[in-house]
């Protein structure tokens, strides 16, 4: 099984440029989630979507828009990029929200200039 | 806003020895979760313990939580070199809307 696959894995953009972030997992889970990574920050949830239909904000959604195509994959799409938002993005799933593990994908590499 | 904070935020140690690391969080929670990241990898899930429990074991691994003191803490003993990794600790909360959050990370450097 693939798990979760990200595309693309390096991106780099001029500030003002637009891109999508692709998800996609294989193992039949409910819930899909992204986050960014930045460095001594940890990791931070931009938007969740707990199921099929539904998505919400996270922690820092402010200059990203999501959607959940199908079970299967989680978009995340930066309209405007600026220089705050080169980071590492990663995209994850679970069987349901809150209780259950997290699966991630590699990440996106994203730079902004 | 970060719930679980690590505690060191990097630790060296030589092969063979324990890594013993912490993490804080400030609300009640449901469960917390520890993860590792290899460099240039995505996490991977190594071990969750309910706020019901207080030692879980995973092969070299043991994780304790003491939901009193809001804390918990993984031991990873006889470490290898394949243990060179960030890890780092995950709480689902209720205040949360049951969605993990992560804190900073501990940086482990096994030398072989």
């Known amino acids: 099984n693939a798990g979760v696959t990200q595309t693309p894995k390096f991106q780099v953009l001029k500030t003002g440029q637009s891109m999508t972030l692709q998800c996609a997992q294989d193992?039949?889970?409910?819930?899909m989630y992204w986050y960014r990574q930045d460095p001594g920050m940890g990791l931070r949830l931009i938007y969740y979507?707990?199921?099929?239909?539904?998505?919400d904000k996270g922690e820092v959604p402010n200059g990203y828009n999501v959607s959940r195509l199908n079970k299967r994959e989680f978009s995340l799409r930066l309209e405007s990029a600026a220089p705050s938002q080169t980071s590492v993005y990663f995209c994850a799933s679970s069987e349901a929200p809150g209780g259950s593990p997290l699966h991630f994908g590699n990440g996106t590499r994203l730079t902004v200039t | 806003s970060q719930q679980g904070e690590e505690d060191p935020q990097a630790l060296s140690i030589q092969e063979g020895e324990n890594a013993t690391m912490n993490c804080s969080y400030k609300t009640s929670i449901n469960n917390l979760q520890w993860y590792r990241q290899n460099s240039g990898r995505g996490l991977v899930h190594l071990i969750l313990?309910?706020?019901?429990?207080r030692e879980k074991h995973s092969g070299r691994l043991r994780v304790t939580l003491d939901t009193s003191k809001k804390s918990s803490s993984l031991l990873i003993t006889a470490s290898r070199a394949a243990d060179t990794a960030s890890y780092f600790c995950a709480t689902d909360n209720k205040a949360a809307g049951n969605k993990l959050t992560f804190g900073g990370g501990t940086r482990v450097l096994v030398k072989p």
């Open positions: 313990i309910r706020s019901n429990e």
């Open positions: 979507s707990a199921s099929e239909g539904t998505t």
């Open positions: 193992m039949n889970h409910n819930s």
